[in-house]
């Protein structure tokens, strides 16, 4: 047996959390950052002063000897820049370990050297980190030691985010807002509305050598060359399947490290395809979750690499099997503990459930595009719509129950009865029976309601989830806000209420689907129903900053047009300059890998033709074997040379983001097939001894 972990005495070990809090700080200074924490508003400096010597003191007992602001620039990762808590040496030559409450509120790191669409240049450069006081502080540990983290908010010296967390901070506050005028009049004052997410997130796990041995892996996340082994995951032995104990040993070391920084893992599996795995946390706000979810993917590649493995989070490391998502599973609830996506036992009796639901309807509807836009980037342009991930149509799921009360208030105005969940009878005397949900899942949608929340399934597994989060919660907020200030205005609250849930429900019932979203029946349906179909990002990224898109952003405090606009900048060129990579290290793996090692098969068998004529044998199989070989690296090399060429071209469209990108979609990335096609065919049929690079048995079926 291994080693007894105590969960309850490690979890949130390395986490400055409340109850240490409360431990450390007087009072009054406690009761300050509770208030701030709950409510916003100013944290005097006298109290940042004691915070911040608190917090070292904690860090410091605990071996820290530097700091970071903690954040999330868009580059879709974390950055931080370690600070050290000595102060000047003193004339005795001594230093002391101190930390101010201006350093903790405040950092300034250099903005012009992180993605900004444009927002900063490398002239005027100076940017803010602050303090997320709603985000504990935690500690980190690597080679350099341990560090203490704080997670902080990015923008520029002109005010606007540079980062994630910003504007999904403030869609949190929209959407607490509005919600809270909705509940009001229903005659409920909770103290506010948080929107949660719980990310499931998918990953695959390889050995570490063969990680290293292939180029594109360790370049781009996946694979641009591969022929599919013989099996790939048609069995469907993986999936639930019973995890390898080298694999074990990972997620038992994996979870260690996540509750120590108080990250609640909970839920770990085999996924569909070869060497594929899942972890689930319990669901935190959206802007705590997100941080976790940060440090949980950084997590995992850490203790993969410390496990002989290589953790893959792209979206589609392998072609032929599933690559990976993660499902965020949202809803929005009070914080008297009230689930407002919660239909209750009688979702026909029940208006507020209702009125919720028919905005969260209208707000996938109309902003359908907006959402579509908030799950993309390169590597999901690889899942979406591929029939192992949801569709690239945006609809909504909501299962038998609920989908009949819509039915019922659309055809008479209001719902009268709702379908139950049946007893479950096995049919065998010794199993229990129990209660069944009212509700059966659908796998296929992108926006399936789950019994008491959303799961919006799209979303990338690279994917930092602040985006789609941020969007979700405002298109919601400026729905709520708009049924708001009709309901508001009525003198009979409850007709009111139910016209407009009846109305709504109407309105947009084309955006509710129940079947298999995987079926080319349904994107037949969808353009009929009028719901976009946006195939690939490049498209996607014109729905960011629209006239209706930008006074939506702007009128709930999210986003303002320049930051707008300077994020569909930065996805356009992320979407180019990976699409850039992808393109040089094809070219770099197929003339300085591929092509030698095939020549050099050449060789031998050439030689070999040669022994066996001079034996007086025909050598016909030899000869047809090297001339098949021949017709296809001489394919390989033209392809080679035009991807380069068209590669060379791509500066020519670097002035506008969105040709440039588009160039990278439509002309770069469309040729890549023509090149790895000739490769993986010369992989089947070289020796596979002589081919120089792990193929895709080994690096998916050797874990
Ligand atoms: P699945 O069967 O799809 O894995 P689970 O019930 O295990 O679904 O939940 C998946 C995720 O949803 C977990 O992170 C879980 O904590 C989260 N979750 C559960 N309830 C809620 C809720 N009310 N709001 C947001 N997330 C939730
Ligand atoms: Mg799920």
Same mark, same amino acid.
């Given at each position: 047996?291994?080693? !007894?972990?105590?969960?309850?005495?490690?979890?949130?070990?390395?986490?400055?959390?409340?109850?240490?809090?409360?431990? %450390?700080?007087?009072? &009054?200074?406690?009761?300050? @950052?509770?208030?701030?924490?709950?409510?916003?508003? /100013?944290?005097?400096?006298?109290?940042?002063?004691?915070?911040? &010597?608190?917090?070292?003191?904690?860090? @410091?007992?605990?071996?820290?000897?530097?700091?970071?602001?903690?954040?999330?620039?868009?580059?879709?990762?974390?950055?931080?820049?370690?600070?050290?808590?000595?102060?000047?040496?003193?004339? *005795?030559?001594?230093?002391?370990?101190?930390?101010?409450?201006?350093? !903790?509120?405040?950092? /300034?790191?250099?903005?012009?050297?992180?993605?900004?669409?444009?927002?900063?240049?490398?002239?005027?450069?100076?940017? +803010?980190?602050?303090?997320?006081?709603?985000? $504990?502080?935690?500690?980190?540990?690597?080679?350099?030691?341990?560090?203490?983290? =704080?997670?902080?908010?990015?923008?520029? +010296?002109?005010? /606007?985010?540079?980062?994630?967390?910003?504007?999904?901070?403030?869609?949190?506050?929209?959407?607490?807002?509005?919600?809270? %005028?909705? !509940?009001?009049?229903?005659?409920?004052?909770?103290?506010?509305?948080?929107?949660?997410?719980?990310?499931?997130?998918?990953?695959?796990?390889?050995?570490?050598?063969?990680?290293?041995?292939?180029?594109?892996?360790?370049?781009?996340?996946?694979?641009?060359?591969?022929?599919?082994?013989?099996?790939?995951?048609?069995?469907?032995?993986? +999936?639930?399947?019973?995890? &390898?104990?080298?694999?074990?040993?990972?997620?038992? /070391?994996?979870?260690?490290?996540?509750?120590?920084?108080? =990250? $609640?893992? &909970?839920?770990?599996? *085999?996924?569909?395809?070869?060497?594929?795995?899942?972890?689930?946390?319990?669901?935190?706000?959206?802007?705590?979750?997100?941080?976790?979810?940060?440090?949980?993917?950084?997590?995992?590649?850490?203790?993969?690499?410390?496990?002989?493995?290589?953790?893959?989070?792209?979206?589609?490391?392998?072609?032929? @099997?599933?690559?990976?998502?993660?499902?965020?599973?949202?809803? =929005?609830?009070?914080?008297?503990?009230?689930?407002?996506?919660?239909?209750?036992?009688?979702?026909?009796?029940?208006?507020?459930?209702?009125?919720?639901?028919?905005? =969260? !309807?209208?707000?996938?509807?109309?902003?359908?595009?907006?959402? %579509?836009?908030?799950?993309?980037?390169?590597?999901n342009d690889h899942r979406l719509g591929a029939n192992e991930a949801p569709p690239a149509i945006i609809s909504a799921y909501l299962g038998d129950q609920l989908a009949d009360v819509v039915d019922q208030i659309i055809a008479n105005g209001e719902a009268t009865s709702s379908l139950k969940g049946k007893v479950y009878k096995s049919g065998c005397s010794v199993i229990p029976e129990f209660k069944m949900d009212a509700t059966d899942r659908n796998r296929t949608s992108p926006f399936a309601f789950t019994g008491n929340k959303f799961e919006f399934r799209m979303v990338g597994s690279t994917q930092c989830i602040a985006q789609p989060m941020m969007t979700l919660n405002t298109i919601v907020a400026d729905t709520l806000c708009n049924f708001a200030d009709v309901l508001e205005k009525a003198d009979d609250f409850e007709a009111a209420a139910k016209k407009l849930v009846a109305d709504k429900l109407r309105e947009h019932q084309r955006i509710i689907f129940n079947g298999n979203g995987y079926s080319e029946e349904w994107v037949k349906e969808a353009e009929r129903r009028g719901l976009p179909n946006i195939k690939c990002m490049v498209d996607a990224v014109d729905y960011l900053a629209t006239p209706e898109n930008i006074e939506m952003f702007e009128k709930h405090g999210v986003m303002s047009k320049r930051e707008l606009v300077a994020r569909g900048v930065v996805m356009y060129d992320n979407y180019a300059k990976q699409i850039n990579i992808e393109a040089k290290t094809m070219i770099e793996m197929s003339t300085k890998q591929i092509i030698p090692a095939v020549m050099k098969y050449e060789g031998t068998l050439a030689a070999s033709v040669k022994d066996l004529k001079e034996l007086g044998i025909s050598a016909d199989t030899q000869m047809e074997i090297l001339s098949t070989i021949d017709t296809k690296l001489a394919e390989l090399k033209k392809a080679t040379a035009e991807l380069e060429d068209i590669v060379a071209k791509a500066a020519e469209k670097e002035e506008d983001p969105k040709a440039w990108a588009k160039y990278y979609h439509d002309v770069v990335f469309a040729f890549f097939d023509t090149v790895r096609k000739p490769a993986d065919e010369l992989e089947k049929i070289v020796d596979a001894k002589a081919w120089p690079f792990p193929t895709y048995e080994e690096l998916l079926f050797e874990q």
């Open positions: 047996m291994s080693e !007894l972990l105590n969960v309850e005495e490690l979890f949130a070990s390395n986490v400055f959390t409340v109850a240490k809090m409360r431990e %450390r700080l007087p009072k &009054k200074v406690f009761q300050e @950052v509770i208030r701030v924490m709950e409510h916003g508003g /100013e944290l005097s400096m006298a109290t940042a002063d004691v915070v911040a &010597k608190a917090m070292k003191d904690w860090a @410091v007992e605990n071996g820290a000897t530097h700091y970071t602001h903690w954040f999330q620039p868009l580059t879709g990762i974390t950055a931080e820049k370690h600070d050290s808590f000595i102060t000047s040496p003193m004339p *005795n030559g001594k230093v002391l370990m101190s930390f101010s409450g201006k350093e !903790l509120i405040k950092g /300034e790191p250099d903005a012009s050297s992180f993605p900004s669409g444009g927002l900063r240049q490398t002239c005027g450069a100076r940017g +803010y980190t602050a303090w997320d006081i709603t985000s $504990p502080a935690f500690l980190k540990e690597s080679a350099c030691g341990v560090i203490l983290c =704080i997670p902080t908010a990015f923008c520029s +010296y002109t005010g /606007e985010a540079l980062d994630q967390k910003t504007p999904l901070l403030r869609s949190m506050d929209a959407v607490n807002k509005q919600a809270l %005028r909705i !509940l009001k009049l229903f005659g409920k004052t909770p103290a506010k509305v948080t929107a949660s997410v719980g990310p499931e997130q998918e990953y695959f796990l390889i050995d570490k050598d063969k990680f290293n041995q292939r180029l594109d892996l360790k370049l781009t996340g996946r694979t641009l060359f591969g022929a599919p082994a013989p099996k790939g995951q048609e069995l469907d032995d993986q +999936y639930f399947g019973v995890i &390898k104990d080298k694999v074990s040993h990972f997620m038992r /070391e994996l979870n260690k490290d996540l509750w120590e920084y108080g =990250i $609640p893992a &909970k839920t770990q599996h *085999n996924e569909v395809a070869p060497s594929q795995h899942e972890i689930a946390p319990i669901y935190g706000t959206t802007n705590v979750a997100t941080d976790q979810n940060q440090l949980l993917m950084e997590t995992l590649k850490k203790v993969a690499e410390r496990n002989g493995f290589a953790c893959l989070l792209h979206e589609k490391p392998f072609a032929g @099997v599933n690559g990976s998502g993660k499902h965020n599973n949202w809803s =929005i609830s009070t914080s008297d503990g009230e689930n407002l996506i919660d239909p209750g036992k009688e979702p026909e009796k029940n208006l507020q459930f209702q009125v919720f639901l028919a905005a =969260i !309807l209208e707000s996938v509807d109309n902003h359908a595009a907006l959402l %579509r836009l908030s799950a993309s980037s390169a590597g």
